[in-house]
């Protein structure tokens, strides 16, 4: 018997955010939101500025923890077009990256750990954008 295949709702973007930080001041600047404390705090004591001519006014992240059924950890991929690159991996993580506007937007997976998503996701998301299209 086929059982449905479960896909995170897009639409827990209007789901609260609590917990606000931020940290530095210019292009240098962080503005963290999330619905988790540890992913607020890990984001705001991990960042690491890297001076960019688009980032004007600093970064502005919206992550949200998906707290439904966790899943295997899949491989991950980054796919660029124009001014956003997106993180995929697996069926719950998306982290969106605008580069014009400044804005990191995305839905965390429960089995992502904190200092797998500063150390590793976020960075391979901001990284400078090189002439490939997928990452």
């Known amino acids: 018997m086929n059982q449905p295949c479960w896909h995170p709702d897009l ?17 240098n600047r962080i503005y963290v939101e999330s619905n988790d404390l540890e992913i607020a705090l890990g984001v705001r004591n991990s960042f690491i500025s890297q001076p960019q001519e688009n980032r004007a006014d600093g970064l502005f992240c919206r992550l949200i923890r998906d707290t439904a059924h966790p899943v295997e950890e899949a491989e991950m991929s980054i796919i ?9 991996q697996g069926q719950e993580t998306v982290l969106i990256h605008d580069v014009e506007r400044s804005e990191l937007l995305g839905f965390v997976s429960s089995s992502v750990e904190v200092h797998t998503l500063v150390s590793s996701l976020i960075p391979a998301l901001l990284k400078p954008q090189h002439d490939g299209r997928v990452d």
């Open 11 to 27: 639409l827990r973007r209007f789901i609260a955010a609590p917990y606000i930080f931020l940290k530095g001041e210019g292009s």
């Open 80 to 88: 660029t077009d124009g001014a956003l690159r997106v993180l995929h």
